[in-house]
């Protein structure tokens, strides 16, 4: 059985679980791993980041609140910003409005795994057991995103081609939604409400990036606290 959706009180106990937030989180943290970051560490408010700094004063501080770079931070929620030069070998505190919340909501998993469409093909290639895997879509503000969903079913489409897959009807629906538009996924991709928003605010550079399939081989794994390659 493959699992595909949103959080929703799930019980994640002993389970193979990827987060996805291809819009922008888990793309940032796959780009920041690339590029050389030690670690990242997600954290839910503003506060806990800026008290963090105060006792390291060598942490970066990443993230957005409005989409936009927060007062006092050293790097916004733009993957084309985690340039080595500004992180390399550094630890990362990331605070995003969806991504870093639904990260620290999994609890209990036997492993949890960040997915985006930079690494969707890494990520199903790191799965052990595709069948009981659990993939969790933030999404926007407790709704479903429509990135979230196709990249879940990039990956789906990834685990198709390496094992037997019972399907769940959740996962059937998204690996189809991914096939049927894997030629011209920012033409399909460009309906939905967060890149709207992403390009009204100027970031059209960053979901261009965000949509590149597989141009990356990390695997980003959160332990509960940290997030490392
Ligand atoms: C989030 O975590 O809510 C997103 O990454 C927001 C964004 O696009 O920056």
Known sequence: ???AGLLDGYDF???EVVVIDAFRATSVIVE?????????IPVESVEEAMSIKAENPEVVLG????????????????????LPEKIKSRDIVLTTTNGTRTLKGVVGA???????FLNASAVARRVSNANGLVLVCSGSENTVSLE???CAGAIIYSLESQVSIKWTD???????LFSDNRDNLGEFLSEGEHYRELVAHGFEKDVQFCLQLNKRSVVPCYDGTTVKR
């Open 1 to 3: 059985i493959l699992h």
């Open 63 to 82: 993230g957005e609140r409005d989409g936009i770079l927060i007062e006092g931070f050293d790097l916004d929620n733009s993957p084309l910003n985690y």
């Open 170 to 176: 959740t996962a059937y629906m998204l690996k189809s």
């Open 110 to 116: 036997s492993a949890v795994y960040l997915g985006a």
């Open 13 to 15: 106990e002993g389970k």
């Open 32 to 40: 920041g791993l690339h590029n050389g970051a030690k670690s990242i």
């Open 148 to 150: 979230d969903s196709v």
